[in-house]
Each structure stands twice: as structure tokens, then as C-alpha cells.
């Protein structure tokens, strides 16, 4: 047989798909989608969002994650990112304009106000920030606002924002509402449920699960809202890999269990850590002498594993050396998988509301599917 004829028979030859019945999602990857004839590629352009017309916009794999998060959340459409952050700034350049305002939480996940400070600035949107638990001082800027962020609970030191009342706020003078879930995910909490129009996941967290990989979704309760999130995806070029979304897939289908498991564990840690005579205080929700606990109640179906604690003061080194007596927990950020991670963290420059964060030695904690004794003992070392 010719080269060239061995081309064609590669090209042509695939085996049958019949009588495979698989419960997997099959993973399907391409970047070109073939047409049946003249007419149906000329006007590929009459395509909706939710058809295919190339594999950047969409594939089977990654339009069955949408529709499994779109569900969750109970919205009408999700869209894609290649990280939780990425998800976050396209949903922001998304519905914001030059000469927009923005409010983030002063406790918003820390890269985005870089994002906030270099990218959105550079487009001529300004962003002002916000104490996540006083009301006042985001009411101020009511008239001038095309959005509020809220992070609930937010980074590092986990207040709970009271999302109904901000999204009546919002109503009332036509500002648009867009919460980061990624503590919760949706299956502890439906902020498009509680009043937001965009909700974000860090999918790369909780819902894949598994420290392996990097994705982010935006759910919108609007079809308006999901027209502007797919022109600018179309503009920016965004797209996300179809073998990403099959390792979220996969983890979704257990989420439920391992969440279960992961808040059940970070409680009995959190109680315990909280009764230390070496912490000043234990930052996690679901604990009835954290200040915003009422207002997680209401809102919140359950708690996760994520959660931080401050240390009584002492020497910098005596701090440091704590890490290294660690034998269950390892050291590093991230965090919604299945070991259990601890990292030193500082709020402090970052918190201006309400006299500022005092404290300097934080701990943050993400709990995994160890066995709650194991931990207890390492974490035991390294507080003693
Ligand atoms: C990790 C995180 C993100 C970003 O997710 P990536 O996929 O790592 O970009 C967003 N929000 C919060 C609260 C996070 O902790």
C-alpha cells in the first residue's frame, strides 16, 4: 500500500462505539468539527452558544460538565475556565465597562485585587473595598456601582456575608451581585438561590477534589447574563480542556461523600484546636462562638474543611519551627483534596475595616480524608 493511502485508511478508520455503554463520561477532544455539506458550513454562524461549531467553544465532555454545575447551582447556564481565578476576571470583564465601579469584600481571594489594581484599572474600571460584615460602609458607594463581589465566607479569616441583604441592596439601585462560592461549592450552598446573578467555583477545589487539577465555572441566573459571559469568552479565546473536565466529572460523583466526611473531620479539629491553651482564637463558621456563625446557619446547608487559627503570640522562630513537627499534615497552599494541608498565613496587610487584623501567626487548614485521630495527634505536635 502507498504512504499516502495508509494516510487515508488512519484518517478514516475508527472502531464502533455500538453496544459500548459505559457509565464514564467519554472524553471527547478536537478542535475542528466537520460540516455534512456546503450550507451547514457557511452558516456554522447561526450556531447558539450551546451548539458546536469548534472545539474551543465547546465538546461533549465539557458541555456535560456545564449542565451538571448549571443544575447544582440552579441556574441557567455555566461557563468554563481554565482556573477559579480566570473564572472570577471573565466574569468580571464580562458584565463590567470603563467607568464602572466594582466593590470586593476586603477578604476577597487575594490575586484578585492584583487583578483588580493592574488589569480592570488599565480598562478604566475602578474597584473600591468593603467591610464583609458592615453593610455601612458598602452602602456608601451604592450609586456609583455596576457590581458587588462577595466571598463568602471570605479568604483566610472565613466571614460570612449576609448575601440576601446585599443582593436587596443591589436590587435597589440595579447593581449586579457575584458571589464566590468555592468554600461551600453548591452542594453547601446556592448563593443563586439566596439573590446573586453569578455565582463562581473554584472547580479545581472541592469539586474535583483530588489536588490533580485547575478549572473554575461561572453559573448565571439569567440568559442575559450568559449571552455577555459567552461573547466574551468567544473574544478572549477562552476554552478549557476536555480531559480537565473529565477528572472534575469524576470527582463530582463523589463530592457529596468526601464533603461529608472532610466538614465532619474539620469540626471535631476545629473544637479541638479551639480548646488549646497555645491559640488565641479558631476561625471556622460552624463554631456557635465565631461571630457571623448565625448568618452560616442561614445560609449554608453544612460546612467543608476549610478553616484557619491564630496562634498566641510568641517568637517568630518558635512560630516557624512548629511546621517541621509535622508527620500527617504537609505543608502548602491550595487546598479541597484529599490530604491535609496547613500553611502560615497573614491577613494583616490586607484588612483595614474594624481597627484591622492584629494577629500574625495564622494558621490555615485544610482538612482531607484522613482519619480524625491522625490528625488530632499531629496537630496535638504541632501545638504543644
Ligand atoms: C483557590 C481559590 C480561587 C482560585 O482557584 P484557582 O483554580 O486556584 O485559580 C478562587 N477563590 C478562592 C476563595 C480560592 O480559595
Given at each position: 500500500?502507498?504512504?499516502?493511502?495508509?494516510?487515508?485508511?488512519?484518517?478514516?478508520?475508527?472502531?464502533?462505539?455500538?453496544?459500548?455503554?459505559?457509565?464514564?463520561?467519554?472524553?471527547?477532544?478536537?478542535?475542528?468539527?466537520?460540516?455534512?455539506?456546503?450550507?451547514?458550513?457557511?452558516?456554522?454562524?447561526?450556531?447558539?452558544?450551546?451548539?458546536?461549531?469548534?472545539?474551543?467553544?465547546?465538546?461533549?465532555?465539557?458541555?456535560?460538565?456545564?449542565?451538571?454545575?448549571?443544575?447544582?447551582?440552579?441556574?441557567?447556564?455555566?461557563?468554563?475556565?481554565?482556573?477559579?481565578?480566570?473564572?472570577?476576571?471573565?466574569?468580571?470583564?464580562?458584565?463590567?465597562?470603563?467607568?464602572?465601579?466594582?466593590?470586593?469584600?476586603?477578604?476577597?481571594?487575594?490575586?484578585?485585587?492584583?487583578?483588580?489594581?493592574?488589569?480592570?484599572?488599565?480598562?478604566?474600571?475602578?474597584?473600591?473595598?468593603?467591610?464583609?460584615?458592615?453593610?455601612?460602609?458598602?452602602?456608601?458607594?451604592?450609586?456609583?456601582?455596576?457590581?458587588?463581589?462577595?466571598?463568602?465566607p471570605?479568604?483566610i479569616?472565613m466571614?460570612?456575608?449576609?448575601?440576601?441583604?446585599?443582593?436587596?441592596?443591589?436590587?435597589?439601585?440595579?447593581?449586579?451581585?457575584?458571589?464566590?462560592?468555592s468554600w461551600a461549592s453548591?452542594l453547601l450552598?446556592?448563593?443563586?438561590?439566596?439573590?446573586?446573578?453569578?455565582?463562581?467555583?473554584?472547580?479545581?477545589k472541592y469539586l474535583s477534589g483530588h489536588s490533580?487539577?485547575?478549572?473554575?465555572?461561572?453559573?448565571?441566573?439569567?440568559?442575559?447574563?450568559?449571552?455577555?459571559?459567552?461573547?466574551?469568552?468567544?473574544?478572549?479565546?477562552?476554552?478549557?480542556?476536555?480531559?480537565?473536565?473529565?477528572?472534575?466529572?469524576?470527582?463530582?460523583?463523589a463530592a457529596a461523600v468526601r464533603l461529608t466526611h472532610i466538614g465532619a473531620t474539620a469540626l471535631i479539629l476545629a473544637q479541638a484546636i479551639e480548646?488549646h491553651?497555645?491559640v488565641?482564637?479558631v476561625l471556622h463558621p460552624a463554631l456557635?462562638?465565631f461571630?457571623?456563625?448565625?448568618?452560616?446557619?442561614?445560609?449554608f446547608?453544612g460546612s467543608s474543611g476549610l478553616f484557619s487559627f491564630?496562634?498566641?503570640?510568641?517568637?517568630?522562630?518558635?512560630?516557624?519551627?512548629?511546621?517541621?513537627?509535622l508527620n500527617v499534615c504537609r505543608i502548602g497552599a491550595s487546598w479541597g483534596g484529599v490530604q491535609t494541608l496547613l500553611a502560615?498565613v497573614?491577613?494583616?496587610?490586607?484588612?483595614?475595616?474594624?481597627?484591622?487584623?492584629?494577629?500574625?501567626?495564622?494558621v490555615r487548614m485544610s482538612i482531607g480524608l484522613e482519619a480524625a485521630d491522625d490528625l488530632l495527634a499531629d496537630v496535638n505536635r504541632f501545638l504543644?
Open positions: 500500500m502507498a504512504i499516502q493511502d495508509q494516510t487515508a485508511v488512519a484518517a478514516t478508520t475508527t472502531a464502533s462505539i455500538e453496544g459500548f455503554d459505559s457509565l464514564s463520561v467519554p472524553t471527547f477532544r478536537g478542535s475542528t468539527i466537520l460540516y455534512p455539506d456546503y450550507q451547514s458550513f457557511v452558516s456554522r454562524g447561526d450556531r447558539g452558544f450551546n451548539e458546536y461549531s469548534y472545539g474551543l467553544h465547546g465538546t461533549p465532555t465539557t458541555n456535560t460538565l456545564r449542565q451538571k454545575l448549571t443544575g447544582l447551582e440552579g441556574g441557567v447556564d455555566t461557563l468554563l475556565a481554565p482556573s477559579g481565578l480566570m473564572a472570577i476576571t471573565t466574569a468580571m470583564l464580562a458584565v463590567l465597562e470603563a467607568g464602572d465601579v466594582v466593590a470586593l469584600p476586603e477578604t476577597v481571594y487575594a490575586p484578585v485585587r492584583r487583578f483588580a489594581a493592574t488589569t480592570l484599572r488599565k480598562f478604566g474600571i475602578e474597584s473600591v473595598f468593603y467591610d464583609p460584615v458592615d453593610l455601612a460602609t458598602l452602602e456608601v458607594y451604592l450609586d456609583r456601582l455596576r457590581l458587588i463581589w462577595v466571598e463568602s471570605g479568604s479569616t466571614e460570612v456575608q449576609d448575601i440576601p441583604a446585599i443582593c436587596v441592596l443591589a436590587a435597589r439601585h440595579d447593581i449586579l451581585v457575584g458571589c464566590d462560592n453548591p450552598s446556592k448563593p443563586l438561590e439566596l439573590g446573586a446573578d453569578i455565582v463562581v467555583e473554584a472547580l479545581t490533580d487539577v485547575l478549572l473554575g465555572s461561572i453559573t448565571v441566573r439569567s440568559n442575559e447574563l450568559a449571552q455577555k459571559l459567552h461573547q466574551s469568552a468567544r473574544s478572549l479565546g477562552l476554552g478549557v480542556s476536555p480531559d480537565d473536565c473529565f477528572l472534575v466529572l469524576r470527582g463530582v460523583e480548646r491553651p497555645s488565641e482564637h456557635p462562638a461571630p457571623t456563625h448565625t448568618l452560616w446557619k442561614r445560609q446547608s491564630v496562634m498566641r503570640g510568641e517568637p517568630e522562630a518558635a512560630f516557624a519551627a512548629r511546621f517541621s513537627r502560615p497573614d491577613p494583616a496587610p490586607e484588612r483595614t475595616f474594624a481597627g484591622g487584623f492584629k494577629s500574625k501567626h495564622v504543644a
